[in-house]
């Protein structure tokens, strides 16, 4: 794909009607009771079966997506609440159980083992996996557990503090912890964390509903902890638990030396005798916070300039989503936290969604996003819709990549030469800092299941523990420990996509090698991540990496080299 004129179109339907909208199971179900009772006689015939599986699948996911993406937009709407809750209470259910009866279908067909191994090879391998875990007992326990797990997002986009007279989101109350006032900083910082204070025990509670539903499909399944169950759930077939741990040793061992390195630098730059949680994000010239935008329409245009100054083809792709109203970026009272590209494979066009309240990192989020919906439009074509679902680790390898690479046409959003000097070194540290975070995140996860039967004051002092194992000795934490031992709430992740978050690690290490090749010869390397990325999900992760022209290797050398890189592009910026 080298351009985009005009709306894709839409994926032409087979086996629904055009004009279908999902209102209740009962419209589903004969169509569901045909694609299980079809017979199959040829080889064309169970490729054609397998096309109308996957357009189902294709609506069902879009139809969901939309019930999703109104809900976070708005958390206080009850008609959009209502309207996910019973897609989830009274369709995804029935769906689930008929899932299960094609993919035995599938498995079952005499003709499965004439079809082309290089194309269906990893597509066959999910659905056997599916089948091994399914369990009938735990569809409504799933259902449980996906409305428990939506109330995070109501909890968190709910929070809003009051300053100076106007109520603010905690996500425009952070741009206050970039002030070169001290006083201010603390001040506000102070403000947003009693402020999550005030839920932290509503959402231990909540936490807890969904530590037993998740433990107990695990137990039905024949797992002895959900950790164990949720690896073979995410398909993780080329890499390992200890694999994990072994990633959570070398961000120990290579990236904390120099995190420590940084701090010792911000102390003594900002010429503190004690560094702070809340002189973290200041600059250490003591400069005003960077503004790279001035509103949501302008990151929205200046995002695609930047993007046609790295390819035109990726400006295309936003611009489509601009003129469908597919962009909803600013950060509003009432808005789920976070940020998220929503693949909308029937339609073909992706929505994304962020909170953004006029800073850097805002910047950061729309490219880091925009590189999941360049994915989505590189993979429209490809034939089932299980194809396009690509697992974390080459996902978020798409984004994290044009993280840095948009990096090089940052001047888009910086037009004095010293504020993009300082653009680009707060993303390199962020990267730093962020390697510790996500082993923490993981290494905690780990823990929670492992340890079924923990209290929350033991599942405080353990995440206290980890804490501090995976961070630089030099901030003082001295009068602020009540927010540190709670800090692993303010983590999606850990609600909504439990052991989502390593893959992070792994696309950022990638990222890094990606844009390494970039600097050298950057025709070559966005050539080679383009090839990665139409793949989606047909190959091993190791393969898709090996298209873009890197190793998936997360040894300590590896490691190292990368880290070393990115340490010597700090020290040019320095």
Known sequence: MGSITGTPPKLKRQLLPANFKIKHWEQLEPFYKELASRTIQSTPELEKWMADVSEMETVLNEDLGWRYIRMTCDTTNKKYIDAYTFFIETISNHVEYYTNLLNQKLIQSPFINKLNKNKYHIYVREIKNDLKLFREENIPLYTKLNTEEQKYG????NMSIKYK???ITLQQAAVYLKNSDRKKREKIYLMIQKRRMSDAKKIDTLFDKILTLRQQIAANAGFKNYRDYAFKALGRFDYSINDCFNLHEAIKTEVIPLLKQMDEDRKKKLNLHTLKP???DVDTDNAMALHPFKNGKDLIDKSIECFNQVKPFYAQCLKVMKAM???????????APGGYNYSLNESGVPFIFMNAAGVHRDMVTIVHEGGH????????????DAFKNCPSEVAELASMSMELISMEHWDVFFNNPNDLRRARKEQ???????LPWIAVVDKFQHWIYENKLHTVEQRRKAWLTMLKEFSSPVTNWEGQEQFRTRSWQNQMHIFDAPFYYIEYAMAQLGAIAIWKNYKHNPKKALNNYEAALKLGYTKSIP???A???IKFDFSKKNIRDLINFVKEELRKLS
């Open 278 to 280: 809340w002189d973290m």
């Open 154 to 157: 109501a909890i968190s986009g």
């Open 325 to 335: 109203n597919r962009l909803d970026v600013d950060s509003r009272k009432g808005k």
């Open 543 to 545: 393969e898709i990496y």
């Open 428 to 434: 390199l540290e962020k990267i730093i800092y962020i």
């Open 165 to 167: 007279g106007k109520e």
């Open 547 to 549: 298209a873009a022209g």
């Open 373 to 384: 919906a360049i994915h989505a439009f590189l993979t429209n074509k490809l034939k089932l």
